[in-house]
């Protein structure tokens, strides 16, 4: 008996539409609905019994937190169901990372949660979406999936979901794991390796119950003579919580040093991460400066940040930032 899954759909490219089969740029996304996405794709059929809910029909860019918490409540409740066997949800990718990462400390491994999406629309010559979408199926109707954390299936590899970032504005591969690499690959369906799900389902789903939004975390991005006044502004604007682009191994400009001192004393959580895009930013024997994001790049400490404040878990972002 074929698997049954659930597909959520939230729009992005895969779901995108242009004027002409050889745009790639200049199309809408988030235009097609779930019946259409999987007309798009024979054999889905003999891969599992699928049941469809479109949740967003948004391009990826516009995903806020509020956005997360409602997916996170959609996938929670259809995996409750004794008749849901995993679920599938398709996104965009410019925001395939946060999402990804969000639902991986949100979702606890177990019935198996695999995300896809496409580079190009589904009006492109040569679209990668569908065969994404066929292979993000196959990967969640597969034993081997379950147990294994939120996944990302997209051009024949397998990610960890908390692994991910996008590398690239256009490539079919701009989605990658950069450091760790894939776990698997498709056709046939294999696993290199278990991936890394200490802090899976970190934030139970009580601690996440009627918040409708998440504390505001913004990121600054810090230049060569960047102002301090940004990171003013920001406090004066709401952020419970920065997270800091630095140059190198987090390296906080002596210019900011006082602005970041005076924050923290006012109770703004800030954490030092790095914009060189790879590697670990290391904690400082200075004990008066802020915490280090460790691995998480930006909008990954970012999350973290956001769930610690909204749970009241500081040990959560201490461990992830380990």
Request: with cysteine.
């Amino acid at each position: 008996m074929a698997p049954r899954l659930t597909l959520l759909t939230t729009g992005g490219t895969i779901a995108g539409q242009a004027a002409s089969a050889a745009d790639t740029v200049g199309y809408t996304a988030g235009t097609l609905d779930p019946a259409a996405l999987v007309a798009a794709v024979p054999g889905l059929d003999a891969l599992a019994e699928l049941r469809c809910e479109a949740v967003f029909s948004i391009d990826s860019k516009d995903m806020t937190p509020a956005h997360w918490l409602h997916l996170r409540e959609r996938v929670e409740h259809h995996l409750a169901q004794a008749d849901c066997n995993g679920v599938v949800i398709t996104h965009g990718t410019d925001t395939l990372e946060e999402t990804a990462f969000f639902l991986h400390l949100t979702c606890p491994p177990g019935k198996p949660v695999v995300m896809t999406a496409a580079m190009r629309p589904a009006t492109a010559l040569s679209a990668d979406g569908p065969m994404n979408l066929y292979q993000a199926v196959a990967v969640a109707a597969h034993p081997g999936s379950a147990d294994q954390g939120v996944l990302v299936v997209v051009n024949g590899q397998i990610f960890a979901g908390a692994d991910i970032v996008k590398t690239d504005t256009e490539a079919l591969d701009a989605i990658a794991a950069p450091g760790r690499g894939p776990l698997g690959a498709t056709g046939p369906i294999r696993f290199f390796h278990p991936p890394a799900i200490d802090h899976a389902g970190s934030v139970a789903a009580s601690a996440l119950a009627g918040l409708g939004e998440l504390p505001r975390v913004d990121i600054l991005y810090v230049a060569a003579g960047s102002a301090p006044d940004l990171l003013a502004a920001a406090v004066r604007a709401g952020a419970r919580g920065l997270v800091l682009a630095l140059p190198g191994n987090g390296s906080l400009p002596q210019a900011w040093q006082d602005a970041v001192a005076q924050a923290r004393t006012a109770g703004v959580a800030v954490v030092r991460s790095t914009r060189t895009g790879h590697g670990r930013v290391a904690h400082a024997a200075d004990r008066s400066l802020p915490p280090a994001s460790g691995e998480l790049n930006p909008a990954k400490a970012r999350i973290a940040l956001m769930l610690a404040l909204a749970c009241g878990q500081p040990e959560l972002a201490t461990a992830l930032f380990a």
